[in-house]
C-alpha cells in the first residue's frame, strides 16, 4: 500500500509491514545467479505508475522499439517496428527489477516495513488466543521456517498478502481452510436465505503440456546491430527448439534458449558442442557468443517454464488473508504477462484499499470480484495458445482463428477485434473482456461466413 487508508483504527497495518522472503539477501553474486531479462508492457507500466513506481524502473530499464526474427537454420529474417502500442516495452533483470521495487518500498514506506531474508512461510491456520484453532477468528498465524538457521516458529498477524508463487503455501491453506469450512457449515445455515454464502477458494492446476525448458546465454551485439530491439529465431520447423533475446545494455543481449526438455542436442554440452548447436539452429547468432559465454552456457542446468494453474472464487481468506500473482494465476512466459499480470493484481487490490476507505472487510471480496474472472481468463487464454505445432489438428486450431481475426479485422476494424494475442497486451483490456469479445467476433464471423457460403451457392445454382 502507497499509503495509510481509513482511520486511525485501521491504519496500524499499513505501519507495521514485514516482508519475509525466502531467498537469502542479494548481494552481487547471488545478483547474477539465475537472473533473466523482464520485459514491461502497458499493462505493468500502468500498474506500476498508479502505484508510484514506475520513475524508478524506468530509469534502470531500457526501451524494445521492434523484434527482428529468423525462421529455421537462419532464413527468411523479418523485422517490425512497435508503432501501434501506446507503452513501448521496458526491459531489465529480473534481479534488477526487484532491487528498484526493493529501495521504492524503502523510500515510500518511511521506515514501517522491514524486510527479512531466508525465511519462507509454509502455510498458516485461524487460531483464537488461546492458540486453538476457531472457524471464528480472523486473524491468521503463519507457520514460519528460517533456512538459514533451521528454526520453525508461528507468528499471528493482522493481515497477510500471500504473494509466495505458484507453490503458495498460504494458497494451498486457503484451499484446506475452504474446504474445511464448507464441511462445517450446517445444512440449516445453508439453506437460510437470509445468507449470502460466501465464496469459496478453488484452485485448478491443469495438466503439463508442451511442457519447455530454457538456458540464459548472454550475446554481444555487433557493431549496427540495434540495442533496442527484441531478436528471435526458430531452430527447426516443428518449434522445438527456439531462441529469444531482450537488451541488457547498449552492448549486450540476454538470450534464452527454449527446447523440450531433453533435446538431443542440449546434452551433455561443451563450448564445441554448444557452438554446433549455434552454427546449426541460429547461424546469425552464433558470432555473437563468446567461448567464454558458452562455456557457462554449457554447464547450466535446464530450468522449467511453469505449468498453467489458476485460483477461482475468493482470492481472500476471511477479512486478513489475499492471494497476489503468481499463487493465483500461473502462465508461461510466451507474451509478458507473469508479473505484468501480477502488477495489474496490486493495483486492483490498492484500488479496492482506497475506495473503502482501507476496511479490509469491503476491500477484499472486492479484490476478489474483480480480480478472479481476470485471472481464470488470462490462463485459459494464454493456454489456448501453448500448443505442440507437431501435431497437425494443434496447429490448425492455433491458426486458424488468428487468421480469421486478422483477416475479419482487416476487411472490417470498426466490427472485428483484433487477434487474442495482441488484445492480451492491450492494457485497456481486461482478460475477461477479451474473452468475451472474442466470443462475440467468432458467432458473426460465423454469421459473415455462412452468408457468404450460402449466397455464392445460390450463384452457382
Known amino acids: 500500500s502507497r499509503s495509510g487508508y481509513g482511520t486511525d483504527a485501521s491504519q496500524a497495518w499499513v505501519e507495521n509491514i514485514t516482508i519475509f522472503d525466502k531467498l537469502p539477501e542479494p548481494n552481487e553474486e547471488t545478483m547474477n545467479m539465475r537472473s533473466y531479462n523482464l520485459g514491461l508492457n502497458g499493462r505493468g507500466q500502468q500498474a506500476l505508475q498508479q502505484l508510484g513506481a514506475l520513475q524508478r524502473i524506468k530509469h534502470n530499464s531500457l526501451e524494445v522499439r521492434g523484434r527482428r ?41 518511511n521506515g514501517h516495513v522491514s524486510i527479512v531474508h531466508n525465511v519462507e512461510c509454509e502455510g498458516f491456520e485461524w487460531r483464537d488466543h488461546d492458540n486453538q484453532k476457531s472457524i471464528n477468528c480472523e486473524k491468521p498465524t503463519l507457520s514460519l521456517h528460517n533456512s538459514e538457521s533451521g528454526s520453525r516458529w508461528s507468528e499471528t498477524f493482522d493481515f497477510v498478502a500471500g504473494v509466495d508463487g505458484a507453490a503458495s503455501a498460504i494458497r494451498a491453506a486457503m484451499v484446506r481452510d475452504s474446504q474445511r469450512e464448507q464441511q462445517q ?16 477458494t478453488h484452485f485448478k492446476r491443469f495438466e503439463p503440456c508442451n511442457t519447455r525448458v530454457y538456458r540464459t546465454i548472454k550475446l554481444k551485439l555487433p557493431e549496427g546491430w540495434r540495442a533496442d530491439v527484441n531478436y528471435a529465431a526458430r531452430g527447426d520447423e516443428n518449434r522445438e527448439i527456439l531462441f529469444d533475446a531482450l537488451p541488457l545494455d547498449e552492448e549486450t543481449l540476454l538470450g534464452a534458449i527454449l527446447s523440450k526438455p531433453n533435446h538431443p542436442k542440449m546434452q551433455n554440452l561443451t563450448v564445441e558442442k554448444a557452438r554446433a548447436l549455434f552454427d546449426e539452429y541460429f547461424p ?17 542446468e535446464d530450468s522449467r517454464l511453469p505449468e498453467f494453474s489458476y485460483v477461482e472464487g475468493a482470492l481472500h481468506g476471511r477479512k486478513s488473508v489475499v492471494l497476489l500473482g503468481d499463487a493465483i494465476h500461473t502462465v508461461k512466459p510466451y507474451f509478458g504477462l507473469g508479473v505484468n499480470s501480477a502488477f495489474e493484481d496490486v493495483a486492483i487490490l490498492d484500488s479496492a484499499l482506497e475506495e473503502s476507505g482501507g476496511r479490509l472487510e469491503e476491500a477484499l471480496p472486492l479484490y476478489s470480484t474483480r480480480r478472479a474472472p481476470s485471472a481464470k481468463a488470462l490462463v485459459e487464454v ?64 460465423a454469421v459473415v461466413l455462412a452468408a457468404t457460403t450460402a449466397a455464392a451457392a445460390a450463384a452457382a445454382a
Not at 567464454?292 to 552456457?297: G, K, M, P, Q, T
Open 69 to 109: 526474427e529468423w525462421g529455421p537454420a537462419g532464413t527468411k529474417p523479418s523485422s517490425r517496428e512497435f508503432t501501434d502500442r501506446r507503452y513501448l516495452t521496458r526491459v531489465l533483470l529480473r534481479n534488477n527489477l526487484v532491487e528498484c521495487l526493493r529501495e521504492e518500498v524503502v523510500a515510500q514506506s
Open 185 to 200: 457449515r450446517t445444512d440449516e445455515e445453508n439453506k437460510n436465505i437470509h445468507s449470502e454464502e460466501p465464496l469459496t
Open 284 to 300: 546469425p547468432l552464433s558470432s555473437l557468443a563468446t567461448d567464454e559465454a558458452l562455456r557457462e552456457f554449457a554447464e547450466k
Open 382 to 445: 494464454s493456454r489456448s495458445f501453448d500448443k505442440d505445432l507437431r501435431n497437425p489438428l494443434a496447429l490448425v486450431s492455433f491458426l486458424v482463428p488468428l487468421l480469421l481475426d486478422q483477416a475479419f479485422h482487416t476487411l472490417l476494424p470498426n466490427v472485428f477485434e483484433r487477434t487474442s494475442l495482441g488484445l492480451m497486451q492491450d492494457e485497456r483490456y481486461s482478460f475477461e473482456d477479451i474473452v468475451a469479445r472474442k466470443r462475440t467476433d467468432r458467432v458473426l464471423q
